[in-house]
């Protein structure tokens, strides 16, 4: 599957973004998609994830001001961020993969397809 991600941009802190991964080649209606996302100078971390069930997972610095949504009639999952913080600033990147169970949801390497990125900046 290919993914595309759109939606970055700058904005101000406490301000919101909502970012979108277009997929295409194969159905996601049946896999997790999952943002993570990469700081300058640091390792990509998990951000969420969102499984074929519809059950969202998300990492603790996110929760509470994120929501990871999908439309499978779209084939687009989207990440919806709200009271953003300087600390969010980051490339963000979707990815898909199947079959991947609960305990790897948060694994980059339980993700087969990846995105090229799109960079959120969030000023203070």
């Known amino acids: 599957v290919q993914l595309q991600a759109s939606g970055g941009g700058l904005v101000q802190a406490g301000g919101s973004l909502r970012l979108s991964c277009a997929a295409s080649?194969?159905?996601?209606?049946?896999?997790?998609m999952g943002w993570f996302r990469q700081a300058p100078g640091k390792e990509r971390e998990f951000v969420a994830a969102?499984?074929?069930?519809?059950?969202?997972h998300y990492a603790d610095s996110v929760k509470g001001r994120f929501t990871i949504s999908r439309d499978n009639a779209k084939n687009t999952a989207y990440l919806q961020m709200n009271s953003l913080k300087p600390e969010d600033t980051a490339v963000y990147y979707c990815?898909?993969?199947?079959?991947?169970?609960?305990?790897?949801?948060?694994?980059?390497?339980?993700?087969?397809?990846w995105g090229q990125g799109t960079l959120v900046t969030v000023s203070s």
């Open positions: 080649g194969r159905t996601f209606s049946n896999g997790v």
């Open positions: 990815a898909a993969g199947y079959g991947i169970i609960l305990s790897m949801l948060r694994q980059i390497r339980a993700y087969d397809s």
């Open positions: 969102i499984r074929w069930s519809g059950s969202t």
